[in-house]
């Protein structure tokens, strides 16, 4: 069974650098075919993908975000994290780390979620 954990400060200020972990058991981030994202979803609106990380190392940002986000990953602890850059309240959100499969649309484990508020 593969489980994914968020973790990170609940509160980041305006124009800080957000930064969140994830931490994977039950598999591996290098195992093919696989890809690991961010997700989020801010109050009272639907999920946004964010980006990924693919198994082979590759990361993949969405066109809105791309100037401002940062997917890394660390194989030896079997984590990948994110970081989103000069924040606003617009990015407060739960954050989510998923996997999903390569040409697939699914996610098929997800992890339980993180609140971040941006906040003065």
């Known amino acids: 069974q593969v489980q994914l954990q968020e973790s990170g400060p609940g509160l980041v200020k305006p124009s800080q650098t957000l930064s969140l972990t994830c931490t994977v058991s039950?598999?591996?981030?290098?195992?093919?075919?696989?890809?690991w994202s961010w997700i989020r979803q801010p109050p009272g609106k639907g999920l946004e993908w964010i980006g990924g990380?693919?198994?082979?190392?590759?990361?993949v940002y969405s066109p809105s975000l791309k100037s401002r986000i940062s997917i890394s990953r660390d194989t030896s602890k079997n984590q990948f994290s994110l970081q989103l850059s000069s924040v606003t309240p617009e990015d407060t959100a739960v954050y989510y780390c998923?996997?999903?499969?390569?040409?697939?649309?699914?996610?098929?484990?997800w992890g339980q979620g993180t609140q971040v508020t941006v906040s003065p």
């Open positions: 039950g598999g591996s981030l290098t195992t093919s075919y696989y890809y």
């Open positions: 998923t996997r999903g499969r390569v040409g697939q649309d699914e996610y098929d484990y």
């Open positions: 990380i693919h198994y082979e190392g590759s990361t």
